[in-house]
Antibody, heavy 124, light 106 residues
């Protein structure tokens, strides 16, 4: 089955760029009707979608992140990426990658599966 | 953005009891509402999709209901492994959003 794994630095300095990679196994990110998503969850709060990239390469950013966010993918490596600029302490959170279907049936249109998550702390 | 408000914030019950969790949307999301369970150190796990359908492998004691703006997750008879945080999530309007969670504690 499809599995996702986040990787990247666990500590980022304020005003710097947060860069994460999601490596997907068990399925190709460049095919099928799926969005590949970045979601974050600050401690004690609900999850929050940051943005997503479709298997064709089309990208959607959540409005509150749009000005400082870049999402991209490398189908040859079966990876997709997050770059969040100008980070502050408010960006400290567990960051997840997750898959969601588009126009499919049943549970395929919901966030599943998820990676295990990576804690990113923004601090000097 | 659709705001999802969950209540109560914390629910204290005992194994064997019935749990009722609520989620209210700031505007209609039709039946594009799902429920997730999250345990410490783990990602959210899909329980219910399209308001009332159980995801694969989810026990029958979990059920969902509602449409439009008011939704309910019911756990029929609590098992020890059910004590966790539960989030509702809507995919009707962009951007998709989650509630702030209900912590189900013993």
């Amino acid at each position: 089955q499809v599995q996702l794994q986040e990787s990247g630095p666990g500590l980022v300095r304020p005003s710097q760029t947060l860069s994460l990679t999601c490596t997907v196994s068990g399925g190709s990110i460049g095919s099928g009707s799926y969005y590949w998503n970045w979601i974050r969850q600050p401690a004690g709060k609900g999850p929050e979608l940051i943005g997503r990239i479709y298997s064709s390469g089309s990208i959607n950013y959540t409005p509150s992140f749009k000005s400082r966010l870049t999402i991209s993918m490398d189908t040859s490596k079966n990876q997709f990426f997050l770059k969040l600029n100008s980070v502050t302490a408010a960006d400290t959170a567990v960051y997840y990658c997750a898959r969601v279907g588009y126009g499919l049936s049943g549970s395929d249109n919901w966030f599943d599966p998820w990676g295990q998550g990576i804690l990113v702390t923004v601090s000097s | 953005e659709v705001v999802l408000t969950q209540s109560p914030a914390t629910l204290s019950l005992s194994p064997g009891e019935r749990a009722t969790l609520s989620c209210r949307a700031s505007q209609s999301v039709s039946d594009y509402l799902g429920w997730y369970q999250q345990k410490p150190g783990q990602p959210p796990r899909l329980l219910i999709y399209d308001a009332s359908n159980r995801a694969t492998g989810i026990p029958a004691r979990f059920s969902g209901s509602g449409s439009g703006t008011d939704f309910t997750l019911t756990i029929g008879s609590l098992e020890p492994e059910d004590f966790a945080v539960y989030y509702c999530h809507q995919r009707s309007k962009w951007p998709p959003s989650f509630g702030q969670g209900t912590k189900l504690e013993i």
